[in-house]
């Protein structure tokens, strides 16, 4: 396995849920290899309570966890970029920054859990079904051998991920 560092930054439009549970995810399952980063083109200024929430129930660190504008990663001093994910419809058809590095980049589109209405429960199973999907897409991406795969089949594989 390659002892490279990959960086990888979930955006979304508004930073508060699904791209922060991505980040999360990446942290933990691809500690070591990958750090994540989230960020929003239009970022609500907090995390929203029920992704702390469930974050907190199963034992992730939330403490550095905070809504943010994706300029913060597209100017000097950010850190070189390897992949880009987009998590909501919005997001993935907005005029992106132009990234240094020339990041792979990829669709993984997720209902929006904070749109759901109705009981808590109801709410909170929302929440928990975006996390699913995104725990099994970030644990398929961290197990890919990207220092052994072409830039095609990788940018396939990325792809097909976004499917699961």
Not at 16 to 30: D, F, H, K, T
Not at 128 to 139: C, M, N, Q, S, V
Request: aromatic share 8%.
């Amino acid at each position: 396995m390659s002892k490279h560092s990959y960086s990888v930054l979930i955006l979304c439009t508004g930073n508060s849920a699904r791209s922060i549970l991505a980040e999360a995810l990446v942290n933990r399952w691809g500690a070591g290899q990958f750090r994540g980063f989230s960020a929003g083109s239009y970022p609500k200024g907090a995390v929203h309570p029920l992704v702390l929430e469930l974050l907190e129930r199963l034992e992730f660190p939330t403490a550095d966890l905070r809504s943010k504008s994706r300029d913060e990663f597209a100017g000097p001093g950010a850190p070189t970029l390897d992949f880009i994910f987009t998590v909501c419809d919005n997001a993935a058809g907005e005029v992106c920054p132009v990234w240094l590095g020339h990041p792979m980049t990829a669709h993984w589109g997720i209902t929006d859990p904070a749109a759901v209405e109705g009981s808590d429960a109801d709410k909170r199973s929302a929440f928990r079904e975006a996390f699913d999907a995104l725990e099994k897409r970030i644990k398929a991406f961290v197990a890919l051998p990207i220092a052994s795969l072409d830039q095609q089949t990788l940018k396939h594989r990325l792809n097909e991920i976004g499917h699961l």
